[in-house]
C-alpha cells in the first residue's frame, strides 16, 4: 500500500465541475481585481467563522503584516510569539521592525504556554500572537484575560485551523484580529496563494482595507502607505467553492485522527493531547518520537510519505542568526524540532490507509 502524505490537488478531481464552473465565470466577468468574487468570498468566510468582518488579502504572512501595521505595531515595539510555529509568525513582526519575544509551549502541547505569557510582558510589548497550530485551538481565555489586563491587543495566527472551534465558537473573532492562510495545502487551500483577516471590529477592518490596496479607497487617493496585497478573484471564488465542503472535509480529518489516536496507544510515541475544550481540525497529526529519523525512514520503506513541522525552529534559523531573542533558550522548541513527525491526513486519504500507518508504527515501535 502506498500513502501520500499530502494530495492538494486531490480535492480539485472531487469537486471539479464545482470548481471550473467558479473560475469561468470570473474570467468571463472581465473584473480580475478584487470586485464581486472577492466580496463574495469575504461574506461568506466571514458568516461561517461567526465574525462580522472578514478582509481578503495576498496570503498568510501578508494578513499577520497588515494586521500588525493596523495596530500600529512598529520599530522597537515587542511582539509576543511561539517559540514553536511556522516562521511567518516570526517573520511578520520582523517586517514591520518589531521585536518577537519568544514563549515556549505548554506541557503536553504545542501550542503556547499562558501561564508564561504574562512573564514576557514588557512596556514595550505591542500585540500577543497565539497561534492555533496543525489545526489545534489555542487555549485562549488566559490570553485573553491578559490582554485585557495589559491593554494589549491579540491576533490570532489560525493559519492551520479553518473550521476549528474553541469552547464551542468557532476561531475567527476571539481576539482582535484573526489571520489565515490559503495555501494549497491548508484545510481550506487556495490553487496558488491567499489569505485573509477576519475581525468583530469595523473600524479596524476599514483600516486593512484601505492598507491592502495601496492605502487608498479611492482610486489615486491614497490616505496612508499602503501595500498591494488582494486576495485574487479567482483564488476567491475558488475558495468559495470549497468552502461549502469545508466541514466534511473536516471531519474526515477526525474519523482519521480518531484511527491514529486508537491505534498508537500502545506503541512507543508520544500522541498529541486534546484539551476537552478543544475542537481541532487536524491540519497536522502530529507525534513525538526520540528515533524520529529512524521512525520516518522505516515507513518510507514501507510507502509512507511524512513530513517534520518543523525540523528547525525559529530562534536557530539563519535569518535571525544576528538578532536572536535576549534569554534565547528554548529547549522545548528544540526538543520539537528533534523528535516531531507529521504523519499523512487529508481528503485524499482512506481510514484503511491510515490503518496501515499505525501497523507500520506499531511495527516499528516492536522491533
Same mark, same amino acid.
Given at each position: 500500500?502506498?500513502?501520500?502524505?499530502?494530495?492538494?490537488?486531490?480535492?480539485?478531481? +472531487?469537486?471539479?465541475?464545482?470548481?471550473?464552473?467558479?473560475?469561468? @465565470?470570473?474570467?468571463?466577468?472581465?473584473?480580475?481585481?478584487?470586485?464581486?468574487?472577492?466580496?463574495?468570498?469575504?461574506?461568506?468566510?466571514?458568516?461561517?467563522?461567526? $465574525?462580522?468582518?472578514?478582509?481578503?488579502?495576498?496570503?498568510?504572512?501578508?494578513?499577520?503584516?497588515?494586521?500588525?501595521? +493596523?495596530?500600529? $505595531?512598529?520599530?522597537?515595539?515587542?511582539?509576543?510569539?511561539?517559540?514553536? +510555529?511556522?516562521?511567518?509568525? *516570526?517573520?511578520?513582526?520582523?517586517?514591520?521592525?518589531?521585536?518577537?519575544?519568544?514563549?515556549?509551549?505548554?506541557?503536553?502541547?504545542?501550542?503556547?504556554?499562558?501561564?508564561? $505569557?504574562?512573564?514576557?510582558?514588557?512596556?514595550?510589548?505591542?500585540?500577543?500572537?497565539?497561534?492555533?497550530?496543525?489545526?489545534?485551538?489555542?487555549?485562549?481565555?488566559?490570553?485573553?484575560?491578559?490582554?485585557? =489586563?495589559?491593554?494589549?491587543?491579540?491576533?490570532?495566527?489560525?493559519?492551520?485551523?479553518?473550521?476549528?472551534?474553541?469552547?464551542? /465558537?468557532?476561531?475567527?473573532?476571539?481576539?482582535?484580529?484573526?489571520?489565515?492562510?490559503?495555501?494549497?495545502?491548508?484545510?481550506?487551500?487556495?490553487?496558488?496563494?491567499?489569505?485573509?483577516?477576519?475581525?468583530?471590529?469595523?473600524?479596524?477592518? #476599514?483600516?486593512?482595507?484601505?492598507?491592502?490596496?495601496?492605502?487608498?479607497? @479611492?482610486?489615486?487617493?491614497?490616505?496612508?502607505?499602503?501595500?498591494?496585497?488582494?486576495?485574487?478573484?479567482?483564488?476567491?471564488?475558488?475558495? #468559495?467553492?470549497?468552502?461549502?465542503?469545508?466541514?466534511? *472535509?473536516?471531519?474526515?480529518?477526525?474519523? =482519521?485522527?480518531? $484511527?491514529?489516536?486508537?491505534?498508537? =496507544?500502545?506503541?512507543?510515541?508520544?500522541?498529541?493531547?486534546?484539551?476537552?475544550?478543544?475542537?481541532?481540525? *487536524?491540519?497536522?497529526?502530529?507525534?513525538? =518520537?526520540?528515533?524520529?529519523?529512524?521512525?520516518?525512514?522505516?515507513?518510507?520503506?514501507?510507502?509512507?510519505?511524512?513530513?517534520?513541522?518543523?525540523?528547525?525552529?525559529?530562534?536557530?534559523?539563519?535569518?535571525?542568526?544576528?538578532?536572536?531573542?535576549?534569554?534565547?533558550?528554548?529547549?522545548?522548541?528544540?526538543?520539537?524540532?528533534?523528535?516531531?513527525?507529521?504523519?499523512?491526513?487529508?481528503?485524499?486519504?482512506? +481510514?484503511?490507509?491510515? /490503518?496501515?500507518?499505525?501497523?507500520?508504527?506499531?511495527?516499528?515501535?516492536?522491533?
Amino acid at each position: 500500500m502506498k500513502v501520500q502524505f499530502l494530495d492538494p490537488g486531490h480535492t480539485y478531481q +472531487t469537486i471539479k465541475s464545482e470548481i471550473d464552473s467558479a473560475y469561468q @465565470k470570473v474570467m468571463e466577468s472581465g473584473s480580475y481585481i478584487l470586485g464581486e468574487a472577492v466580496e463574495s468570498f469575504e461574506a461568506a468566510y466571514a458568516s461561517y467563522c461567526g $465574525v462580522k468582518h472578514c478582509v481578503g488579502v495576498a496570503s498568510g504572512l501578508d494578513a499577520l503584516v497588515l494586521s500588525l501595521r +493596523t495596530l500600529d $505595531v512598529g520599530p522597537g515595539d515587542e511582539v509576543i510569539v511561539p517559540s514553536h +510555529t511556522f516562521i511567518a509568525t *516570526w517573520l511578520a513582526v520582523s517586517q514591520v521592525g518589531a521585536i518577537p519575544v519568544p514563549v515556549e509551549p505548554g506541557a503536553n502541547s504545542f501550542n503556547i504556554d499562558p501561564e508564561q $505569557v504574562e512573564a514576557a510582558i514588557t512596556q514595550q510589548t505591542r500585540a500577543i500572537i497565539p497561534v492555533h497550530l496543525y489545526g489545534q485551538p489555542a487555549d485562549l481565555d488566559p490570553i485573553l484575560k491578559i490582554s485585557e =489586563q495589559y491593554n494589549i491587543p491579540v491576533i490570532e495566527d489560525a493559519a492551520q485551523a479553518h473550521g476549528a472551534s474553541y469552547k464551542g /465558537r468557532k476561531i475567527g473573532g476571539h481576539g482582535t484580529i484573526a489571520t489565515w492562510s490559503f495555501y494549497p495545502a491548508k484545510n481550506l487551500g487556495a490553487f496558488g496563494d491567499g489569505g485573509a483577516i477576519t475581525t468583530n471590529d469595523a473600524e479596524l477592518a #476599514e483600516k486593512l482595507r484601505t492598507l491592502r490596496n495601496y492605502g487608498s479607497r @479611492k482610486k489615486y487617493f491614497n490616505e496612508v502607505k499602503g501595500f498591494n496585497s488582494r486576495l485574487d478573484p479567482l483564488q476567491a471564488a475558488m475558495l #468559495e467553492v470549497k468552502l461549502r465542503h469545508l466541514n466534511q *472535509w473536516n471531519n474526515l480529518r477526525k474519523e =482519521q485522527a480518531t $484511527v491514529y489516536l486508537e491505534e498508537l =496507544q500502545d506503541s512507543n510515541v508520544i500522541l498529541p493531547a486534546i484539551p476537552e475544550w478543544a475542537d481541532a481540525v *487536524w491540519h497536522l497529526f502530529v507525534i513525538r =518520537q526520540p528515533e524520529r529519523d529512524k521512525l520516518q525512514s522505516y515507513l518510507a520503506q514501507h510507502n509512507i510519505g511524512t513530513g517534520i513541522h518543523y525540523p528547525v525552529p525559529s530562534h536557530r534559523q539563519q535569518a535571525y542568526a544576528d538578532s536572536l531573542p535576549a534569554n534565547g533558550n528554548y529547549p522545548l522548541a528544540d526538543q520539537y524540532a528533534k523528535d516531531v513527525l507529521s504523519l499523512p491526513i487529508g481528503p485524499h486519504l482512506s +481510514t484503511d490507509q491510515c /490503518r496501515y500507518v499505525a501497523k507500520t508504527i506499531r511495527d516499528f515501535s516492536a522491533s
